[in-house]
């Protein structure tokens, strides 16, 4: 009975059932590989995400940090700038003020005769002949008129604090503390 079917026919079908057999199991091993491979790649995957995160939120904390820092450091200069600005002004204008006393007293010493030169020092003596007009004595040949010398001066004395100021203002390093960050 068992010969009846093992002709031809029979016994390709028991081939092919063998085969499929082996092949069935080749492909349960094969998804059983597969399975293990794809829970590694998920691992992977999981951890390359997490350091992305944590790659980011360290750029976002440095970003802060550098702004914090930069907002710092414009305070520090405004602040440097500020005490500048206060110092050469405050200088300035005391000098200025010794410059236009120093005028104001000059004018004052000079008097009347000052303002006229022909006029003399004094009540003319009718004994004496009245003073030469004319040509300034030699030592104030090259002089300024006291008002165009004031202004000169005050010119000389803006200028000069101009000066300063803009060195004051260049010697500040905005970027000083830019060799304590980490």
Partial sequence: MIFRFLNLQGLAGLAAAAALAVLLMAARIDARHWRKQSAQFEQLYRAERAATAETVANYRAAAAAARAADAAAAQRVRAAQQAINERIVHDYQARLDLARARADRLRGAAGPAAAD??????????????????????????????????????????????????????????????????
Avoid: K
Avoid at 166 to 178: E, L, S, V
């Fill in 117 to 182: 030169p022909c006029r003399g020092p004094g009540p003319a003596v009718s004994a004496l002949p009245a003073p030469a007009c004319g040509a300034a004595p030699a030592a104030g040949e090259n002089r300024l008129p006291a008002a165009d010398a004031l202004i000169a001066t005050e010119q000389a004395l803006q200028l000069d604090a101009l000066i300063r100021w803009i060195a004051a203002q260049h010697g500040i390093d905005p970027n000083a503390d830019a060799a304590n960050r980490p």
